[in-house]
C-alpha cells in the first residue's frame, strides 16, 4: 500500500516495522461536547484505513486515547479547560459529561459503522505514565520548571517544525483563540507538560506529583498512551490535519526526546470537512451532528458514502445539497444491490479482476472515490450476479456501507408490498368502493373505506386509479 506521510510530503509505500502487527495510534475525541460530522469525517476515513489493510492481508493493533483532561480552549496553552467548560455548560461534574459524551461519540461510531479501536484509553487512567515520561525528560535536561509549570524546551531538538510548512489556515487552527504570551517559556513553541499553576484556578480534576498538584498537558497523554499501549515504536499515527500542528509536532518532539530514537514512521492525516461558510464548529451556527441529520430524515450511511466519495487529503465541503446527492446515489446504489440475484455459482476469475481494482484503489494512498467507483464497475460487469454479490459483500468489510444488508432489507420490504398488493380481498373491496363511486353511491362508497382503513388498509386515489396500502 503506498500512503501519503504528512513528514516526508510523498506518496510512501507503508512497511510495518513487523511483519505480524501494524501498530496504529489515532487521537480520540476531547469528550466535552458531541462530536460533529468533521471529526466524524477523520474518523470514518481512520476507520478506512484500518480496514483496509486488514484486508490487504496485515493484522492491525489500534489505540485511541479519550481526552478527558488537558485540552484548553487553544490548542496551544492558554484558555479555560474543554471538559471544564462543558461541565460548567451543563451544570455537571466533568467525570459525568466525560461519560456521557464518550457514550455518545461511540453511539455515533456505531452508526456511521466505525469500528471500535482495540483499545481505548481515558486520559484520566494514565497519570502515572505522564508523570514518568515529564520526570525523565526533566532530568534529561529536554523539559524545565518555570512558573509552577513543566515545560517542554524545544530549543534541545535539531528540528521542531517536523512536518515542514502547513497551510497557514491550519496554522491558524493550531493557534486560534487569543493566545496569550507566557512568560515563563524560554522559546516561544515550549509547550506545558505538566501544569500546577492553572490559570483558571477552579481545575477540576488535579492530581499530587513531584511538582505540585496539577494536571498533564494535552499533547503528553497521546504519547504516553500510544507507549503503553503499542510500546516504544509506531507504524501509523493518524489525526484530523489541525492536528498537525502543534498537537502533533510536540508529541514528536517529546516522544522522540524521551526514547532517544525515531518514534513512529508514518503520519496520515485527514483534512477538514468545512460548511459553505467556512470552518465547522460546535459553537457557530447549526451544530451539525449525526443526530441532526437523523432527525432531517438522512440515513448516516448517506454521510459515510458522501465521506467516501472523496479523498481524505482534500479539504471537503458539506451543503445539504452535497449530502442529498449522496443520498440519491446511495439510494440507486442500493435498489441496483436489491435487483441481484444471488443463485448461481461465484466466477472466480472474474470476482478476482473486480477485486484487483478495488484493491488498486486502496493501495494507492486510500483513494476511497475509485474504491467506489469498483463498486459501480461489479454492477456494470459481465460475469453473474452471485458474483457481484461476493464482490460487494467482499468490498463492503472496507466500505462498510451495508451495501449487502440494506439490499437484503429493501429486497424484503419490496416483497412485502408486492406480496400485500397481492391480497385478492382487499383488491375486490377496492373494486366495489371505485364501482359505488361510479354509480354515485357515496354512503357504499365510505362504507367500504371505513372497513377498509379499521382493516389497517388505507386507499390512495390516484389518476390510474385506487390503490391501497397498509398503515
Ligand atoms: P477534538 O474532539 O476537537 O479533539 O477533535 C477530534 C478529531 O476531529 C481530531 O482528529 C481533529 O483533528 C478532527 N477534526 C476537527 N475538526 C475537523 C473538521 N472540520 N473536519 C475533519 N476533522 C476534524
Ligand atoms: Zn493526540
Known sequence: MYLYNSTSHKKELFVPNRPDVVKMYTCGPTVYHYAHIGNLRTYIMEDVLEKALRYTGYNVKRVMNI???????????????????????????????????????????DKLNIKRP?????????????????????????????????YF???????????????????????????????????????????TKS??????????????????????ECSCISMKHLGEDLDIHAGGIDNAFPHHTNEIAQSESYLGHKWCNYWFHVHHLNTEGGKMSKSKGEFLTVSLLESKGYDPMAYRLFCLQSHYRRNLVFSWENLDNAVVAYDKLIAKIAGLNSEGEVDQSAFDALKERFVGALNGDLNTSLAVTAVYDVLKAKC??????????????????????????????????????????????????TEAKKAKNWAEADRIRDELKARGIEIIDTPQGAKWRKV
Open 199 to 220: 490559570k483558571f484556578e477552579d481545575q477540576a480534576l488535579k492530581w499530587d506529583s513531584p511538582w505540585g498538584i496539577g494536571y498533564p498537558g494535552w499533547h503528553i
Open 118 to 150: 482495540d483499545v481505548v484509553e481515558p486520559a484520566t487512567n494514565c497519570i502515572d505514565e505522564y508523570i514518568h515520561m515529564v520526570s525523565k525528560l526533566l532530568e534529561t535536561g529536554k523539559a524545565y520548571f518555570a512558573g509552577g509549570n513543566v
Open 384 to 433: 453473474n450476479d452471485a458474483t457481484k454479490l461476493a464482490a460487494l459483500a467482499d468490498f463492503d468489510q472496507v466500505l462498510s456501507l451495508n451495501l449487502i444488508s440494506a439490499a437484503e432489507k429493501l429486497r424484503k420490504q419490496q416483497q412485502e408490498e408486492a406480496a400485500a398488493s397481492a391480497d385478492p380481498e382487499i383488491d375486490a373491496m377496492v373494486a366495489q368502493r
Open 67 to 109: 481526552t478527558d483532561v488537558g485540552h484548553l480552549a487553544s490548542d496551544a496553552d492558554t484558555g479555560e479547560d474543554k471538559m471544564l467548560k462543558g461541565a460548567k455548560r451543563e451544570n455537571k461534574s466533568v467525570m459525568d459529561i466525560a461519560k456521557f459524551y464518550t457514550d455518545a461519540f461511540f453511539a455515533d461510531c
Open 153 to 195: 524546551d524545544t530549543s534541545t531538538l535539531e528540528k521542531y517544525y517536523v512536518f515542514g510548512e502547513h497551510d497557514e489556515e491550519d496554522l491558524a487552527v493550531g493557534v486560534r483563540d487569543g493566545v496569550e504570551e507566557d512568560s515563563n517559556k524560554k522559546n516561544k513553541n515550549d509547550f506545558v507538560l505538566w501544569f
